[in-house]
């Protein structure tokens, strides 16, 4: 049961939690930067314009990052949870590229003084195509970062102005150009479904972005955000609502097109060189969650911060920034892993769905109509069609479930 904890005395029974270690976990950061220069017109995430901030500055919160690094060290040990080197860290937003590279830096030195990084590790910074120029990407390269995902969304420059974006297509030719020229593995964002955005539009973002050779893309499909700015002029009838099922044959080009040149879907929405940090999402590994608003999950709990960076740093003052606490018992646990698992390539074993009492009749029904398939290794895995209803198919699983 999630629990909200008292400002700044984040943990329950004074830091002893009842915790199930996973020694083969592998444990990874995540480190939110809450700012925004301005807020796109579809986003509901937890971002901040400077006349939000009330108070915080953006140049100096880097402090209270390293801050929690610090504390989750000290608390990780407190718990009994073994010492283990992150394998990937990602840097979300927000727009992390608003940070100065300097103090992505200390971030980063703080969390490998803390637990070292792996030879391998992957850093990703989300970025933002206006605020890459050869500069912050030597910095950023200098200060770690290997993998740059940018928030491109379109190469229309119609759909763009849609969405509220206030880059230009060039800006974002130019700076894919200069992260691979640098030696970045770069992935894209794309958005799909943008009111008035056309199947031919779509197609040409799509072959755009190929034209420039990225190693991953990411294309979601837009989703309209109660309280958000387009929600809004949907509901005035200025802007078209989401066309479903011209959003389908947008999902279909993207699957046929991304494979055609080699990029192969290994998530619902994801396609390319897998991004090893999402992949510890999925695969429900311990990762701890940096920064306003961020989630925590370690040892079969999951926490999270104060959402808003002058609430968090005043928190973290008096203790700790954490604001929720829930321990995620073992048929959670389950159903999380088919709800995440189901989206990716790897797929769900026939054990898992009969241990969350799934009725066989249901799975032998997807299978005859064509949504999931049976993979060589004996898993269950959504086909080109399932993908499309993923989400509702595992919920009648559960809906239907004999626990
Ligand atoms: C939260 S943003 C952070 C990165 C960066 N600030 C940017 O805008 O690219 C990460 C990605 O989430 C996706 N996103 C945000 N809001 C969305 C929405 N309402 N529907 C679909 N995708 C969305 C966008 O593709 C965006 O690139
Ligand atoms: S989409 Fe990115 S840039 Fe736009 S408001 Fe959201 S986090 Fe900020």
Known sequence: MAASLPLGLGWPKDNQLELVPNTSATFHAYVHIPFCAVRCGYCDFNTYTSKELRGVSQADFHIPLIQEVDLSKELLSSWGIPDRKLTTVFFGGGTPSMFEASQISAILESLKANFGFTDDIEITLEANPEGLDHIKLDQLKLAGVNRISLGVQSFDQQVLDVLDRVHSRDKVIAAVRLARELGFRVSVDLIYGAPGESLESWEATLRQALELAVEHVSAYSLIIEEGTAIARKISRGELADVDEDLNADKYLLTEKLLTEAGLKNYEVSNWGNPSRHNRAYWESQDWWGYGPGAHSHIAGARFWNQKHPATYAAALEK???????????????????????????????????????????????????????????????ATLNGRLLVDGLVLDFLSKSKP
């Open 319 to 381: 203790g700790s920034p954490a604001h929720g606490f829930e321990y995620l018992d073992p048929r959670t646990q389950l159903e999380e892993q088919l709800l995440l698992m189901l989206r990716t390539d790897s797929g769900v074993s026939s054990a898992l769905l009969r241990e969350l009492g799934v009725p066989n009749e249901l799975v032998a029904n997807a299978i005859a109509n064509g949504l999931l398939q049976l993979a060589p290794g004996g898993k269950l895995v």
